[in-house]
């Protein structure tokens, strides 16, 4: 079933959140599509614990906290959110004056709206893959994972974490108590996560409940229809050695790939979408791109200038929802309609 509204959002980062918000003042509809499992772009993925302090009007506000605010604000419109979908294709839909664009993601769901916002940040986030191993991915799902989707997967299971980083020594913490056993495998004996997590790690090595290998890497994989284990080598004496487990994890981060908009025929500078000043539109009608995916003279990459972005380019596309339309101008303090749907009177 293709599902019809009046904005699409390619990608559910702060300005693609703040976008539903400025729709929604003018009654317009949206879909929020994501290829990661959660919602709030880089602050989510990349810094949840750090405070930001350029948010006008909030002195201090961790990254998540932001993203937690953005989605209260969101709460009184209409909208739906898809995650962990990547938007693949775009076609342009010509049965009317106003042209449609529908989207197909790579879970293969269909979208149609009159306006696509391009709210894509710095591209999709893709996990990396473990280097000299020939697809990986072969065993994706099959005991090879590079997120953790349900903590209950690996319950009572043995589990190798590779990775160096905040996600490898979080889940190995978090995970400790729930696995049968967990191995946190790094190719050096120091990590680049949080003190305080890799102190709790260190904690958890001395009283026996996880295991640490340093400095190792990952050699292979091994099983058939299923992973059953995993050669390491030790960075330093080059042996090999084989760890029999049923998952494994491999926290390497994450790569940021521009992907499919690339190839999407508009108008780019140095990776990034061209857009006017006016109504932040791409070099293609009802295609608009805001936040830090965009390019024009002066662009920073800063949250603010994002918000700024979006709420001039809802305008041209409420004028593609509604043609010949005064597109409606108010202050929020006094837009009863929001008022009531928040349980506030004026
Ligand atoms: C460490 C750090 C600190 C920062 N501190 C500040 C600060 O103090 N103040 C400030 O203003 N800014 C700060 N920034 C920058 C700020 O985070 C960005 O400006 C902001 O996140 C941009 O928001 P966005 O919505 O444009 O994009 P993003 O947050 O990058 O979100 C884009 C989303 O689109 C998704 N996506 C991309 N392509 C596709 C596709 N094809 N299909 C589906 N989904 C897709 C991505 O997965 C991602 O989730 C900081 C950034 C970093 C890394």
Request: hydrophobic fraction near 35%; glycine fraction near 8%; aromatic fraction near 8%.
């Amino acid at each position: 079933m293709i599902k019809e509204t009046d904005i699409i959002i390619v990608g559910a980062g702060p300005v693609g959140l703040f976008t539903v918000f400025e729709a929604g003042l003018l009654g317009l509809d949206c879909i929020l599509i994501d290829n990661l499992d959660k919602i709030g772009g880089q602050c989510s993925e990349l810094y949840p614990e750090k405070p930001i302090y350029d948010i006008p009007g909030v002195p201090n506000q961790t990254a998540q906290e932001h993203v937690n605010a953005l989605l209260e604000q969101i709460k009184p419109f209409n909208y739906e959110v898809f995650l962990n979908e990547r938007v693949e294709v775009l076609e342009e839909i010509n049965n009317d004056k106003i042209s449609s664009w529908k989207i197909v993601t790579s879970e293969k769901k269909e979208f149609v709206a009159k306006s696509i916002f391009i709210a894509a940040g710095a591209g999709s986030f893709e996990p990396r893959r473990p280097p000299n191993i020939l697809d990986p991915d072969k065993f994706v799902d099959k005991g090879v994972a590079y997120s953790v989707r349900s903590k209950e997967k690996y319950k009572d299971k043995n589990l190798l974490i590779f990775g160096g980083g905040d996600s490898a020594l979080d889940w190995t913490v978090e995970l400790a108590d729930l696995a049968k056993s967990v191995t946190l495998i790094h190719r050096r004996d120091e990590f680049r996560g949080a003190p305080n997590t890799e102190a709790k790690m260190r904690e958890l090595i001395k009283s026996g409940s996880i295991s640490l290998k340093t400095p190792y890497v990952i050699e292979d994989l091994i099983g058939t229809s299923h992973i059953t284990g995993a050669s390491v080598k030790n960075f330093e004496s080059k042996e090999i050695e084989e760890i029999p487990c049923d998952e494994i994890l491999f926290l390497f981060g994450l790569n940021k790939k521009l992907g499919p908009i690339a190839d999407w025929g508009i108008d780019m500078n140095n990776k990034k979408v061209s857009v006017d000043t006016e109504k932040f539109e791409t070099s293609t009608k009802g295609l608009f791109a805001v936040g830090d995916i965009n390019d024009y003279p002066g662009k920073l990459d800063l949250i603010l200038c994002g918000f700024h972005e979006t709420t001039l380019a809802v305008q041209e596309a409420y004028r593609r929802s509604y043609p010949g339309e005064r597109v409606p101008f108010g202050y929020t303090t006094s837009n009863t309609k929001l008022q009531r749907k928040l349980g506030v009177s004026d």
